[in-house]
């Protein structure tokens, strides 16, 4: 059974920083791409940034390029999303997920997404 349990959120000023983890079980994390995505109150879930499978690609929403890292850490099944210059609009409820298939690029698309944790509430305080 595949499960994917996120920590890390919590409150922070606007401007500060954070980093959010996920750990994996269940599958060989190693050969799948990982994902971040938010929901704000209100909002559709969407698409955060990325990473595939070998690590060697990355994407990132625009809203968060240049602010937002993410990165992987195979010995230890776990993806981290490093949170920089936060803004009051980062303020969401951050899903990790595992790509549906082995073996491939990083993906924007929920669709291929197939496992998702429970999700880390992030509130960025103005």
């Known amino acids: 059974q595949v499960r994917l349990v996120e920590s890390g959120g919590g409150l922070v000023q606007a401007g500060g920083s954070l980093r959010l983890s996920c750990e994996a079980s269940?599958?060989?994390?190693?050969?799948?791409?990982m994902g971040w995505f938010r929901q704000a109150p209100g909002l559709e879930r969407e698409f955060v940034a990325a990473?595939?499978?070998?690590?060697?690609?990355?994407g990132y929403a625009d809203s968060v390029k240049d602010r937002f890292s993410i990165s992987r850490d195979n010995a230890k099944n776990t993806v981290h999303l490093q949170l920089n210059s936060l803004k009051p609009e980062d303020t969401a409820v951050y899903y990790c997920?595992?790509?549906?298939?082995?073996?491939?690029?990083?993906?924007?698309?929920?669709?291929?997404?197939?496992?998702w944790g429970q999700g880390t509430r992030l509130t960025v305080s103005s």
């Open positions: 997920a595992i790509s549906r298939h082995p073996y491939r690029d990083y993906t924007r698309r929920a669709l291929e997404y197939d496992y």
């Open positions: 269940g599958r060989s994390f190693s050969i799948y791409a």
């Open positions: 990473i595939s499978w070998s690590g060697g690609s990355t």
